[in-house]
């Protein structure tokens, strides 16, 4: 066999892959959202002192807004419901949070960088982009095709 025929080959073998990994990738971001949500619902006043020492406006309305944010992601990525729309909202907080958190750290994620939210944005576009796969309301609601 040659080298053309192997790989389209294993290119074709390879989308059995696409909605299983889809699957996983949601599973492992709304997870990543899990505690950081929950702990911001678990003292929201303290947050929004936080938010406000980083001179976020309005840092009790925006606290909420990414508490409810990141809780609906969570739900909605682990049902891969209306997946590619709450991509949306969710890079916004990832961008926040890299501005006005992370990026003084730098790139490290072990010096607490924006290195793991920029991972996050780029797996929410692939969201955005490929859907959430076969495994999901997506496709049973809206007969989305992955």
Request: hydrophobic share 55%; charged share 15%.
């Amino acid at each position: 066999m040659n080298i053309k025929k192997f790989y389209l080959e294993f290119t074709r073998l390879s989308e059995y892959l696409k909605s299983v990994s889809l699957l996983l990738a949601r599973l492992v971001i709304a997870y990543g959202f899990y505690t950081p949500a929950m702990n911001k619902w678990a003292d929201m006043n303290s947050v929004a002192e936080w938010f406000g020492s980083m001179g976020i406006p309005f840092p009790l309305l925006n606290a909420y807004m990414a508490a409810s944010t990141e809780i609906a992601g969570v739900i909605l990525l682990t049902l891969g419901l209306l997946t590619r729309l709450i991509s949306i909202p969710l890079i916004v907080v990832m961008i926040v949070a890299i501005i006005t958190v992370h990026l003084p750290h730098g790139f490290s994620a072990g010096d607490n960088g924006f290195e793991i939210p920029l991972y996050y944005m780029i797996f929410l576009i692939g969201f955005i982009a490929h859907g959430a796969g076969k495994f999901s309301l997506d496709r049973f609601i809206f007969g989305e095709k992955n």
